[in-house]
């Protein structure tokens, strides 16, 4: 790890709690830049599952079911 990353690191390190929270959001805030172009793909994606669902093409799991089925797998 080169030392000015470091530095940042100690120096964040001994902040208090609320402000590491702060540092730490800001970071991560900044990894997740939308992208247009993803964002249509989703939307596109979403249009297609509803227009199945609507015309019945596509087998609809209540959500307790699902979260049941994922809380047993993954104790």
Known sequence: M???VEKIIDEALK???????TVADKLLSSLDTPDPAIDNLWKEEAEVRI???QKGEMEIIPEEEVFSKWNKHRL
């Not at 902040?15 to 929270?21: E, F, G, H, N, V």
């Open 2 to 4: 080169n030392t000015t």
């Open 15 to 21: 902040l208090p709690a609320d402000k590491r929270a």
């Open 51 to 53: 227009l199945a669902a």
